[in-house]
């Protein structure tokens, strides 16, 4: 059986996933400075592709010895990616000003916040 942290980080990278499902839907491409200003199809398309050697990379990093180094980054990107889209609720192109898209985003930076505390704690009684 998993330990607790291994739980808790899965299902916040799975909150992770189904908030991409979502940005998706919601064209979240329409946020970033690059993509922006492509037409949609095209955009959704790149959006789409640049997931696959990001999920790659976090998967085989998360399956390796290299698994806290990837509990602390992805914990910090969520914690930041919750903060930006707090900070993103008043932009014109922002789709996920929604109950659903809400209840992905914002416990995914709670957990990681109470993850990589709890992954501090944890090694500081290591030590």
Do not use: C
Request: a neutral charge.
């Amino acid at each position: 059986m998993p330990d607790f942290l291994l739980v808790l980080f899965l299902f916040n990278l799975s909150l992770f996933l189904l908030h991409e499902m979502d940005a998706i839907r919601r064209s979240e491409w329409k946020l970033f400075i690059v993509l922006k200003d492509m037409k949609d199809d095209k955009a959704y398309r790149y959006f789409t592709w640049i997931h696959l050697p990001m999920y790659t990379i976090i998967l085989s990093l998360l399956f390796s010895s290299y698994q806290t180094i990837i509990f602390w980054v992805l914990d910090i990107f969520f914690i930041i990616h919750t903060v930006l889209h707090f900070f993103f609720e008043k932009h014109p192109r922002n789709e996920f000003k929604n109950g659903f898209s809400r209840s992905l985003i914002y416990p995914m930076g709670i957990i990681a916040l109470i993850h990589s505390v709890l992954i501090a704690i944890q090694h500081v009684e290591k030590l």
